[in-house]
């Protein structure tokens, strides 16, 4: 593979200074919202470093973007720590209300563009892709949210992510959705990914599994007063025991001065997404985080990567995960690389779970 070269690059990309020796370095890749990275490395020059703005590897598709930067002079290292660079989305808000009726790739890739690519460009400057028309068709509308929030929830809804794929060598920068591959033994089409001790591919890892903020029914209520406001209900419980949800869409109009008067039904639709919205917000948390061995059977990167659907048995503890690789932290350290696989949706913070209830 070769070994691992870290780019520090100014505002235009243009490389300011190159490292491959270094203490740490801790990538960590993400499916639901953008990665981070950190970096510890030694004797630098810190006059080029405080000009970096950017930072890339010649081994990683993500660029990342410096938000911290420290002189550790007793210990001779300097410190760099950022996000990659799909941060720079939530830069942006949706200040004018969005109507959107239509196929839920191009929709994210409508809202890219429309409010971070050709009207008022992050300061990364990513191109669109193509969309290849993913995830079925969505109508709803949207209005002072942040943008990298909203095109993250909306392509996870359909297990799909947002990237911004850098090559270094073009200085290309594409921003498009993309989706992680099934590698589950209920399909035949890719090869499998099965982790598990018994498999002698990694060693295992803490599980979680928590119902206590699920909810799967929810009272959306629109425009109207009193008996003459307008609910919605969207019911997800498929039989289990109701866990109801109150969501105020008060912000969704049926009359707008930019499209002609929604119908009833047309109105329904756009409350009822909003629902579905905020109940992938209150789901069931399943999740579990082996580390991969050096002798594993499967190599990262080649029979597995982020967003693929995979399986994880831990057959000692009677647990057996179906789930989507939601993270992958990798350390660089003294000449070895170790892979940390993240299975499943994190168990929430409190002031994630905070900042979603305020939001309500």
């Not at 505002?11 to 990538?27: C, E, P």
């Not at 720079?88 to 994210?108: G, H, L």
């Not at 591919?201 to 003459?228: C, F, H, I, P, Q």
């Not at 000692?316 to 940390?340: D, F, H, L, S």
Request: hydrophobic share 35%; charged share 30%.
């Amino acid at each position: 593979m070769g070994s691992l070269e870290i780019n520090i690059l100014d505002k235009n990309r243009q490389l300011l200074h190159s490292i491959d020796v270094f203490r740490t370095l801790i990538w960590t890749r993400c499916y639901t919202e953008p990665g981070r990275f950190d970096l510890y490395c030694y004797q630098p020059d810190f006059s080029r470093l405080r000009e970096g703005v950017y930072l890339c590897t010649n081994r990683h598709k993500e660029l990342g973007r410096i938000d911290t930067l420290k002189l550790l002079r007793s210990r001779h290292l300097a410190f760099i720590s950022g996000s990659f660079s799909e941060a720079e989305y939530n830069d942006r808000i949706i200040e004018s209300v969005q109507d959107i009726n239509a196929n839920r790739e191009d929709a994210i890739l409508s809202l890219l563009d429309d409010f971070a690519v050709s009207a008022r460009p992050v300061p990364c400057r990513p191109v669109l892709a193509a969309s290849q028309q993913r995830g079925g068709d969505v109508a709803f509308q949207v209005t002072g949210k942040p943008l990298g929030d909203y095109v993250y929830t909306l392509a996870y809804a359909a297990g799909l992510s947002v990237r911004n794929a850098y090559d270094f060598p073009t200085d290309t920068l594409r921003a498009e959705v993309w989706q992680g591959l099934d590698r589950r033994s209920s399909q035949t089409e890719n090869p499998l990914a099965i982790f598990g001790g018994d498999e002698g591919n990694v060693r295992l890892g803490d599980y979680t599994l928590s119902t206590r903020d699920e909810k799967n029914v929810a009272w959306v209520a629109g425009e109207g007063e009193g008996a003459e406001r307008v609910i919605v209900e969207v019911d997800r419980s498929n039989g289990a025991p109701r866990k109801e949800l109150w969501v105020n869409a008060a912000d969704i109009r049926k009359e707008s001065t930019s499209r002609a008067t929604l119908t009833d039904e047309e109105y329904q639709e756009l409350l009822e997404q909003r629902g579905i919205e905020k109940l992938a917000k209150y789901t069931r948390t399943e999740s579990a985080a082996p580390t991969l061995l050096p002798q594993s059977n499967l190599v990262y990167g080649k029979d597995f990567d982020l967003g693929d659907l995979a399986e994880y048995h831990d057959d000692e503890a009677g647990i057996m995960v179906e789930a989507r690789i939601t993270k992958v932290v990798e350390t660089y350290e003294g000449g070895e690389e170790a892979v940390e696989i993240y299975f499943g949706d994190e168990e929430k913070k409190i002031m994630q779970k905070v900042k979603r209830e305020a939001e309500e």
